[in-house]
């Protein structure tokens, strides 16, 4: 391989662990976003009434 060709391998490279480092990023930011909305809405869900009970959920199969 000449140099230009291993500089192009290596800028490719680069770009797809920069793709996946940003990937990783948004993950992260969503996963935190999630966990904050969480939070602050504990205590506003804890107060409400259940709109479905345990037996709702449940599939009868025949």
Do not use: C, W
Not at 50 to 58: E, G, N, V, W
């Amino acid at each position: 391989m000449t140099m230009k060709t291993d500089i192009q391998v290596i800028k490719e490279e680069v770009s797809e662990i920069k793709n996946l480092l940003n990937d990783l990023i948004h993950q992260n930011e969503t996963i935190g976003m999630m966990k904050i909305s969480e939070r602050s809405l504990h205590q506003f869900l804890q107060d409400e009434p259940d709109i479905y009970t345990l037996d709702d959920a449940k599939v009868v199969y025949r």
